[in-house]
């Protein structure tokens, strides 16, 4: 059995724009100034450390930070939706979903820096939000490397069944998904179809890396995942790929 964590913004979808705009907009109506996102890192970071580095290069002590933070992600929760014309999947990614799902032996769910019910947003705008029961988020715990461990608990809540790090996968566009799941074991599936390049990801070393996730029986070889009738697949392709060394 596999648990699966995606990650959204450039891994399940492709990079949307409007994050910084919604981040400057409600910090800027919450602050009474104008707030700039220049500067602030968000690939791979969680949306209450964006939030947060954002306000101290605003200005603002930390003290006056951690009052505002819970305000500010209320408000951005708020304030953030997402049309369907604005998220679309990243290639590949909906084939790729519609077979996992069909597999007995994957749990599909979400390791996200997004708040849940920005996370929810995005997916149901692009229509993949039925498709992932639970996940851990960035409301979860500021710090992405304690989400893990969440997302696995959420796992043996809902599925009943304990994942060991050996069973969990983790798919992310940054070099932070690479990282969050180290201490757990996790085995970390990079794709360069966010703003990391190929070969940034690569110098973080994951288990896998990919241009993207357009070969499903590539990745699935790769991840170990059998299909549903327990039949190892051993269609290995390499179309899309470039390295992917299982450690
Ligand atoms: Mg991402």
Do not use: W
Not at 50 to 63: C, Q, V, W, Y
Not at 77 to 97: I, K, M, Q
Not at 147 to 175: M, N, Q
């Amino acid at each position: 059995m596999k648990l699966l964590l995606f990650d959204i913004d450039g891994t399940l979808v492709k990079p949307i724009g409007s994050g910084r705009e919604h981040i400057e907009y409600v910090l800027g109506k919450l602050c009474g100034k104008p707030i700039s996102t220049e500067g602030v890192a968000f690939s791979g970071r969680t949306d209450p450390q964006i939030l947060e580095e954002t306000l101290l290069l605003a200005g603002f002590g930390p003290k006056q930070v951690s009052n505002l933070l819970p305000v500010a992600l209320a408000h951005y929760a708020d304030h953030a939706t997402y049309a369907s014309n604005e998220v679309h999947p990243s290639d590949g990614v909906r084939a790729l979903l519609e077979h996992l799902r069909n597999i007995e032996t994957v749990q599909l769910a979400l390791l996200t820096g997004n708040v849940r019910v920005t996370a929810y947003r995005k997916l149901s705008a692009a229509r993949m939000d039925h498709l992932f029961p639970f996940g851990a988020f960035g409301c979860d715990h500021a710090d992405r490397n304690r989400l893990p461990a969440i997302a696995a608990a959420r796992a043996l809540e809902y599925c009943g069944k304990a994942f060991p790090g050996h069973e969990i996968v983790i798919i992310g566009d940054s070099v932070h998904d690479i990282t969050c799941g180290l201490d757990i074991g996790a085995l970390s599936v990079a794709v360069a179809t966010g703003y990391t390049s190929y070969q940034d990801l690569r110098s973080a070393n994951p288990d896998v890396l990919l241009r993207d996730l357009t070969d499903i029986d590539l990745f699935c070889n790769q991840t170990g995942i059998n299909d549903r009738a327990g039949t190892k697949k051993n269609s290995y392709t390499t179309g899309n790929l470039c390295d992917q060394t299982v450690h």
